[in-house]
């Protein structure tokens, strides 16, 4: 090859890996910013709401509006899954504690076959809450849009929130971002299979839910007020 063309050659390798280098360190760059992000939002918001987790007796004398029960899956039966069912144990404990007079069943009734917040009702209802105080929010497809819900259409002000430890932390931040004083109670009663994995799940769904607090758009669904003064079976169906 002649020398001129040797020469050109090298240098366009060299233009090569040059390109290739600054998009390695952009991609780095950016990798590096969205994990500060993910890490600073987690935090944050571990920090700012761990205050309000609270234990049984505490939450006994808060006087809130409701309980709002988290959802989590059910069973082909009907059943509650085992992290559902501490849950609702911790809730009915709270009931019976007399922390609000009534609770809020929040989760996923997204299509006819599939109704969680029934199957929790009916499992508190038979460990003798009054049916008449438990009310069903069909439209809590997430931890936003339960909280959501829990201000702008059952006009809760005050609520203490049941779910397990690493969940309280966003759900603690959302409530009080859209307005409502709010503490929890963990349901932390078993150790879960996939627990691993929950906890996983959440360090993302923190930092998106950090931000949309911010923004605050409304949920899926919204529809009519439901107050909490009438009976909780006009919300079954």
């Known amino acids: 090859m002649p020398w001129g063309f040797a020469i050109i050659g090298s240098m366009g390798k060299r233009k090569n890996k040059g390109w290739v280098r600054r998009v390695l360190q952009v991609v780095a760059g950016c990798v590096i910013a ?26 006994a004398d808060y006087h809130a509006d409701a309980i709002v029960v988290l959802g989590a899956s059910v069973l082909a039966d009907g059943s509650p899954s085992g992290i559902l ?8 404990a709270l009931y019976f504690a007399g922390a609000a007079p009534k609770i809020i069943m929040s989760g996923d009734n997204g299509t ?51 779910t397990q430890t690493y969940h309280l932390y966003r759900s603690l931040y959302v409530a009080r971002g859209l307005g409502m004083e709010a503490i929890g109670v963990p349901s932390d009663y078993h150790e879960y299979g996939g627990q691993l994995l929950f906890s996983a799940r959440e ?29 909780g079976d006009v919300t079954e169906e």
């Open 34 to 59: 969205v994990a500060l992000v993910v890490a600073g939002t987690n935090v944050a918001m571990v920090l700012m709401t761990r205050d309000g987790i609270v234990d049984t007796e505490a939450a």
């Open 85 to 92: 069912q501490d849950r609702l144990d911790d809730g009915i």
């Open 112 to 162: 006819a076959s599939y109704n969680e917040v029934l199957s929790m009702k009916n499992y508190a209802v038979s460990k003798g809450v009054p049916s008449d105080d438990v009310f069903c929010d069909h439209a809590g497809f997430s931890t936003y849009e339960s909280m959501y819900r829990a201000k702008y259409v059952f006009g809760a002000d005050r609520i203490v929130i049941a």
């Open 203 to 231: 360090i993302p769904a923190r930092t998106k839910d950090f931000f949309k607090t911010w923004i605050q758009p409304p949920s899926t669904f919204v529809g009519d007020p439901i107050s909490l003064h009438q009976s």
